[in-house]
């Protein structure tokens, strides 16, 4: 459990100085190109630990204690005084377009990054699971609609079908307009049909975190036999005597057919000893006793073993899907996905302000870390993935018209080019109190909403 919270952190640490060290460069590499004086570059806060400095008149880099983000100070009259010959360096002396363009590649920088990252997932290849249905639920959304087992999803409104993961993001980018979606198909007999989702339940379906269950639809996957393919030493399957090659056939005399029985079975019983019958490589069978570890997951103790399945060789190729582009057309669906995914999060956030969304929508420190965690453990291309969505949202957020965010500084700038005078010094320090209240009080809503949903 320590080794899991601690991997956790470290990965919520290493996304977040990453994420804001990129949003720091943006302002850094533009300020020294447009001529600004940048005095400090800081990764962290709080004492320094290393710092290096070429001479008085150049940047000093460092690296500081608190790896929370960081910062860039930049030579301004107003923090201090400015000697004359660097006057012209200033941030404050600066024409409009200037500063306002050091201003906005932050958050620009931020979406370039975004770009990036999804450019080179596409171009390596984005494994993922085939848009085939498994299961309808009868009477679901799904199945009023007309969606059968086997059907595979080509095209959901105008979006391509590439993946469950692309699929799911269309569903949810068009639950949100709350027009009937139209759903192209190819049915178990290889015939393509429309089937047609209302817009009123999708609708009503638009913040749900689990949208493709609230549908009815489950993915089609491999039905893996119970058969043990891998133990993690030192945990209670190995201390049983399970072996890799094990065929588990009956767990406290209930016949055990599929590995998912299995698990399931394990989860609902922490700290309760199971007697497994299980048959050898070589055909012959016996009794173990293993009792499962009982371990928090979102706040519910399921139960554990250090077990994995056996995945026979091939099996998963009829299932999975590997979307790939070359060069040119992997930056278009880069930044496709990029400009998506930003108008999505300013939907979302418009439709909270509304009241049309809930807050529970709202993802603070706990609930990154949490994924961040998860997505780090499940491999580099999840992670990378997860660093992309979020510095999607720290570039959408930045540019939020709000006095302590780089969007609010660009009101200001576009206020002074408008009336020919910068806002005054008191009217922008009580715009920034206004702002701080505002910023704190959405933490506040932030933190509320991850305890919430741990307590679910």
């Not at 993802?363 to 780090?376: F, K, L, N």
Request: net charge negative; aromatic share 8%.
């Amino acid at each position: 459990m320590t080794d899991n919270l601690l991997f956790t952190l470290a990965a919520f640490i290493i996304a977040l100085t990453v994420l804001i060290a990129v949003h720091e460069f943006g302002h850094f590499w533009v300020a020294r190109r447009l001529g600004v004086m940048v005095t400090r570059f800081s990764i962290g806060f709080g004492p320094t630990l290393l710092s290096w400095q070429r001479n008085p008149e150049t940047t000093e880099y460092v690296l500081a204690a608190i790896p929370l983000g960081g910062y860039i100070k930049m030579l301004d009259e107003r923090e201090g005084e400015v000697p004359a010959h660097q006057l012209d360096r200033a941030f404050n002396r600066q024409p409009v377009w200037k500063r306002s363009a050091i201003v906005f590649a932050g958050p620009l920088f931020n979406l370039l990054f975004a770009i990036i990252a999804y450019w080179a997932i596409f171009m390596v290849g984005d494994l993922g699971l085939k848009p085939v249905i498994g299961t309808v639920a009868p009477q679901s959304i799904a199945a009023n609609a007309g969606f059968q087992s086997g059907d595979e999803l080509l095209v959901i409104g105008e979006q391509p079908a590439r993946s469950w993961e692309t699929a799911l993001f269309a569903f949810a980018v068009d639950a949100l307009d709350g027009a009937d979606l139209p759903v192209r198909v190819r049915d178990a007999s290889n015939l393509e049909q429309t089937r047609w989702l209302p817009g009123v339940e999708l609708a009503a379906l638009a913040e749900e975190p689990d949208l493709l269950n609230r549908l009815g639809l489950t993915a089609k996957r491999p039905q893996l036999p119970a058969v043990i393919g891998e133990l993690v030493p030192g945990e209670a399957a190995e201390k049983a005597g399970f072996a890799v090659g094990d065929h588990l056939r009956t767990a406290n005399g209930q016949p055990i057919e599929l590995w998912k029985d299995w698990v399931t079975l394990v989860r609902e019983h922490p700290g309760q000893a199971i007697a497994v019958e299980v048959e050898r490589r070589d055909g012959s069978r016996t009794t173990l006793t293993v009792t499962p570890q009982a371990n928090e997951v979102d706040g519910k103790v399921s139960g554990h073993i250090g077990a994995g399945v056996a995945v026979p060789d091939g099996l998963m190729d009829d299932y999975q899907v590997v979307v790939r582009y070359g060069a040119g057309e992997a930056l278009g669906q880069a930044v496709g996905k990029t400009w998506d995914m930003s108008v999505m999060m300013l939907r979302v956030m418009g439709r909270m302000l509304t009241g049309e969304a809930s807050v529970k929508n709202l993802s603070g420190p706990i609930t990154i870390a949490e994924i961040a965690g998860r997505t780090a453990s499940s491999g580099f291309d999840a992670f990378i993935k997860f660093l992309a969505v979020v510095s999607i949202s720290l570039g959408v957020l930045n540019l939020l018209p709000m006095p302590v965010l780089d969007g609010g500084h660009l009101v200001y700038f576009l206020i002074e080019r408008i009336k020919g005078s910068p806002v005054s010094e008191t009217i922008q320090q009580h715009a920034q109190t206004v702002g701080f209240v505002l910023l704190a009080a959405l933490m506040v809503l932030a933190f509320y909403a991850d305890i919430v949903r741990l307590l679910d």
